[in-house]
């Protein structure tokens, strides 16, 4: 399998893999590991990809077209979206893809990636499953209180003193739906 680029050095080179053999052997079969540089990529004004990226990719003929499937893992550093504490998780996630050379029906179809001249560009592909796949809310812990709507302090640390009368109307509101 010929790759290109080196894998997790320096920003802006792309991992990119020849599929010319997959497309026409059925049934081969290969496995690799990369490393995915995210550290430049910004989200919501902070850059969580602090770890690089490292995905298990296997790549397998079949009737024509590349079947994808690839275990990603990726470390996330940044503000907990309740307490604003900066806390670094980590998640993996399972992509598969069917890499074709060219689309049938015209339309966009989501299960079918269109790779061009034979050559996957794999790091823009997993950077975009990354990016769908990311939380949609970010928490310490599950069950983070947050910070007082009141005072400011963080709930998580203890009792910050505000006494239930002190929340604001339209808070005691909300709290009487939960
Ligand atoms: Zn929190
Ligand atoms: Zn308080």
Not at 139 to 152: F, K, V
């Amino acid at each position: 399998m010929q790759t290109t680029g080196e894998p997790g050095k320096g920003k802006g080179r792309s991992v990119v893999i020849d599929l010319k053999s997959f497309f026409l052997s059925d049934g081969l079969s290969e496995a690799l590991e990369c490393r995915l540089d995210l550290s430049g990529m910004e989200l919501g004004g902070v850059k969580p990809f602090c770890a690089p990226v490292c995905a298990h990719v296997r790549l397998t003929g079949f009737g024509g077209s590349v079947e994808l499937r690839a275990e990603v893992g990726y470390t996330l550093t940044m503000p907990c979206d309740r307490c604003f504490e900066e806390v670094t998780r980590h998640f993996s996630s399972t992509f598969a893809h069917t890499l074709v050379r060219q689309l049938h029906s015209g339309g966009e179809d989501g299960d079918y990636v269109l790779v061009e001249d034979e050559r996957l560009d794999l790091d823009r592909l997993l950077q975009e499953d990354i990016l769908l796949d990311l939380p949609s809310k970010f928490l310490c812990r599950p069950d983070c209180e947050g910070l007082c709507p009141t005072c400011g302090k963080n709930r998580n640390e203890g009792p910050c003193g505000c006494s239930g009368r002190e929340i604001d109307p339209r808070l005691a509101v909300l709290q009487e739906l939960l």
